[in-house]
């Protein structure tokens, strides 16, 4: 019996992973994902990609992430084409009050220990370390293929800050050029003049400009310190001159 209930057992679980994959519902997935964005290009990267059960070992704390996963997910399939004004962020996953911080908490502490242990040991020992400050938000839609999955976005945190204080600093300058009807609903012009503020960069790949267009949103939210973003620090060895002359002088030739 105990091992006819094995096989049972066994062919569920076989059954729901194909039907996953079949569906392109990755939700036991969490992906780590770099938004890089110099002023010219904005390039995605996977930092890491890891089971949703090695993030958060406690199953309260997969169930609550999972459930505004999916919700934010279904709310994505339907999701208008919206101006780059609105500051919702396209499948952004929005945590209950209850368990945000402590999701969030999960979420950097993994990503945390997952890429500079060293550097705060290095830290520690009195040694030249450069910290950096990144801030983090919770998206689930569709990406590659239509799969969907839980991707945490990371971006620099001064980068994101200096893209919104530029584009809001032309938005005021826009606006003091512009006769707006106040006797009229004026959200479409402003959404029109807000969404050509700032140069579409170069993508890597056409379907980034949905990966862009939220990260302007998220850089407004950073800027008004919206409490579903959150930061992590992260400590690198320190480079001599030689090392980041060596390292800008790739990146010149990579482009």
Partial sequence: LPVLLGVVGGGIVGVKARNAWRRRRFYDDVLFGLNIYDGRRFVLRTVVETKLEKVIPHKVGQVELLKAARIASDRSKTWPRRPVADDRINGEVVLAQSSRVLVHNFLLNYLSSSLSP????????????????????????????????????????????????EEEEKKQTALENVVLDPNVDNTERVA???????????????????????????????????????EVEIAFAALNNDDHDQLVSADARGR
């Fill in 118 to 165: 060293e550097g705060f040991f290095l830290q520690a020992a009195g040694l030249p370390v450069a910290r950096e400050r990144y801030l983090c938000w919770i998206t689930c839609n569709e990406g590659v293929e239509g799969g969907r999955k839980i991707r945490v976005q990371v971006a620099h945190k001064k980068t994101l800050l200096n893209l919104a204080k």
């Fill in 192 to 230: 029109t003049i807000v969404e050509d503020l700032v140069p579409t960069p170069i993508f890597e790949k056409p379907y980034h400009k949905g990966t862009w267009n939220n990260y302007r949103r998220a850089a407004r939210q950073a800027l008004n310190e919206s409490d579903q973003l959150f």
